[in-house]
């Protein structure tokens, strides 16, 4: 089975520049967080969504970052414009969350991130 | 307050000998899951093991088990005779409320170094 896709796995620019990282969560699966993480601040929960509908942006740096998600199999991360303290690995992950007693932990399956720096 | 709390920024340990990472976690929430994962330095983020809040009964994965003390709020990793390639970071994390809209929360990570 596909895990979670994430795209670019790298990605270089320059100050000022947009990012748009993208994210393909396992079919199936309703929710979808996206997450920064740098050795100064470790893992950061930046937004995340359930049956596509944004839940918690309190994470989101600031104005700069949007995040959205047109339908259950996409979802994309903006920066614009971007700065050089945006240089990070960007997770994106996903996980079913259903009713209880069915035996699902409801356990994250994260992608390979998307590693981006900005000059 | 911190909702996931790692001491140990980084631990050696022998090969073959067992480990104890460290986890405590802060909520009011009834209901609740704990997870640890592995990130080598290949960057990629494993699941290891969960923990739910009502289980009576410490989690087990081959080499990993998950001691949870609830009235301790703690939630330790052990790693059974360790392997050179459980060097990496470990994450504890925790997942508050039953199913839905639940929120992850990360700890700082645990450095684990595995000496030959």
């Known amino acids: 089975d596909a895990g979670v896709i994430q795209s670019p796995r790298h990605e270089v620019t320059e100050m000022g520049q947009e990012v748009t990282l993208r994210c393909k969560p396992i079919s199936g699966h309703n929710s979808l967080f996206w997450y920064r993480q740098t050795m100064m601040r470790g893992l950061e929960l930046l937004i995340y969504?359930?049956?596509?509908?944004?839940?918690?942006d309190s994470g989101m740096p600031e104005d700069r970052f949007s995040a959205k998600m047109p339908n259950a199999s996409f979802s994309t991360l903006k920066i614009q414009p971007s700065e050089p303290r945006d240089s990070a690995v960007y997770f994106c992950?996903?996980?079913?969350?259903?009713?209880?007693?069915?035996?699902?932990?409801?356990?994250?399956?994260f992608g390979e991130g998307s590693r981006l720096t900005v000059l | 307050a911190q909702k996931i709390t790692q001491t140990q920024p980084g631990m050696f340990v022998q090969e073959k000998e067992a480990v104890t990472l460290d986890c405590t976690y802060d909520?009011?929430?009834?209901?609740?899951?704990l997870f640890w994962y592995k990130q080598p330095s290949s960057g990629e983020m494993i699941f290891l093991i969960y923990q739910g809040s009502y289980d009576q009964q410490n989690a087990t994965e081959g080499r990993y088990s998950l001691n949870f003390q609830k009235a301790r709020k703690s939630a330790n990793l052990v790693i059974s005779a360790s392997q050179l390639g459980d060097s990496a970071m470990y994450f504890c994390?925790?997942?508050?409320?039953?199913?839905?809209?639940?929120?992850?929360?990360f700890g700082s990570g645990t450095k684990l170094n595995v000496k030959p």
């Open positions: 994390a925790m997942r508050e409320g039953e199913y839905n809209f639940n929120k992850f929360y």
């Open positions: 992950a996903s996980s079913f969350t259903g009713t209880g007693g069915n035996g699902n932990t409801g356990e994250l399956f």
């Open positions: 909520t009011s929430d009834p209901s609740y899951g």
């Open positions: 969504f359930n049956n596509n509908v944004p839940i918690d």
